[in-house]
């Protein structure tokens, strides 16, 4: 599930220039033209910012309070750091205080091939002798949270993995190391070597928490045990993909089932560089729960109970799930055959062409980069079919496994 989220510095013109001038020189941090004083609010607040930014690097507390307000170096000390940086883009002042709008820019040390960019709104106050200290920093407008604006950050290392938890145990971060340990060679093992082999894991406290690193509704996760959401974008290098879990829904899981939803998710995380907008829902999708639930020994009907159910009532997909299947706020029961049908179309290929074709398959369909033309090509030129004929077949192999 994979899923994502992101001065009008105008001249006094025309007629009324003087007069505008005139009101604007009024307002401490407005001037005609290049707006004086907004660049030197502007370039200071970026000083602060770029002294605050050092000294979460240097593991420096003591000078990162003398920024002002420590709280966000005590939640986030434990996250190893590569980089990290400010960057202001507008500063909104009223006498003594101020808000900044900023870019945060980071990479987890070890993880992260290209920085991760999040937007911040930073508040300011401005003391007697005109410095100014960072009084909070929060999530910039529509933007989501970042896991240390829930609760100070628990680290646990894996082989593979890297797990950064809020509100969570050590015992219990540590359990989602090793399933991440071993859905890491699991994937390799399927899809190859190309990718990053290893993984990050965030796990917020709650399914409201998972909601907010996300930007969303809680409602829009509800059941949903994890997602997958690449940071960073870009075809040359792979990004900086987070696997996201909501532990309300996770617990309720079986152990093989726990180990399915962490290999599907690590499964978009090998797959990132080869998913585009070309790419169907139902093939990322089944693609990841084929490498998920392959090796388990479930058998069709048991993974795939609401198909099962459509089958014999009469009720079997005359089609291959489109995108719109596989809304997180719609049916339950619609998403389900949606991605139990995503399985079946891999499965039957992995089956009659061979896992090697399977994988082949997906990455021609990411190659041609655009949806236009994308299956039918791949179908075409690895496959030796057709989507009219594809889909007939597909539609006997439900019935010949669920029937």
């Known amino acids: 599930m994979a899923g994502r989220r992101r001065t009008d510095g105008s001249r006094c013109t025309g007629v009324g220039r003087l007069l505008v ?9 407005v001037g005609c033209g290049g707006q004086p004083g907004t660049d030197r609010a502007r370039a200071d607040v970026q000083r602060v910012l770029d002294r605050r930014a050092a000294a979460v690097l240097a593991h420096d507390e003591d000078a990162f309070a003398a920024t002002g307000d420590r709280t966000g ?14 960057r202001v883009t507008a500063v909104h002042r009223s006498g003594d205080t101020a808000t900044a709008d900023a870019e945060l820019s980071y990479r987890v040390q070890g993880y ?8 911040r709104s930073v508040r300011l106050t401005r003391a007697a002798d005109g410095r100014w200290t960072v009084a909070s920093e929060r999530p910039g407008k529509k933007a989501g949270e970042q896991l240390w604006d829930q609760g100070t950050v628990a680290v646990v290392r894996g082989a593979h993995s890297l797990v950064l938890g809020v509100g969570q145990t050590d015992a219990r971060l540590r359990a989602f190391a090793d399933l991440a340990d071993r859905a890491v060679p699991a994937v390799s093992a399927a899809w190859g070597a190309d990718w990053a082999r290893h993984v990050v ?14 930007g969303s509704p809680a409602s829009s996760y509800r059941g949903i045990a994890a997602v997958t959401t690449g940071e ?9 993909d987070r696997v996201i879990l909501n532990p309300d829904a996770y617990g309720v899981l079986g152990p093989v089932g726990q180990q399915v939803v962490l290999t599907h998710e690590t499964t978009h995380v090998a797959t990132r560089a080869h998913t585009n907008a070309a790419t169907p829902l139902w093939l990322s999708e089944g693609y990841a729960d084929w490498v998920g639930y392959r090796g388990t020994g479930r058998t069709p009907k048991e993974v795939a109970p609401e198909l099962a159910n459509a089958v014999a009532r009469g009720k079997a997909p005359a089609e291959l799930p489109v995108d719109a299947d596989f809304g997180f706020a719609g049916d339950a029961n619609r998403l389900a055959r949606a991605y139990e049908g995503g ?3 891999c499965r039957m290929i992995a089956e009659r062409w ?10 021609a369909v ?13 179908m075409d030129g690895v496959l030796g079919t057709t989507v009219e004929d594809f889909t007939a077949d597909w539609r006997q192999y439900l019935h010949d496994r669920l029937g």
């Open 366 to 378: 990411g190659e041609h980069g655009k949806r236009d033309g994308a299956v039918e090509g791949a």
């Open 232 to 240: 960073t974008g870009g075809a040359a290098r792979a990004p900086a």
């Open 21 to 29: 001038c005139a009101v604007l020189l009024l307002v401490p941090l």
């Open 112 to 119: 992260d091939r290209a920085p991760v960019t999040a937007a």
């Open 354 to 363: 061979g896992e090697a074709r399977l994988e082949a398959f997906y990455r």
């Open 201 to 214: 894991l965030l796990v917020p406290k709650s399914l409201d928490g998972m909601a907010a690193l996300l």
């Open 343 to 345: 399985w079946l179309a």
């Open 73 to 86: 170096y005590t939640r986030l000390r434990a996250v190893p750091l590569a980089a990290w940086s400010y």
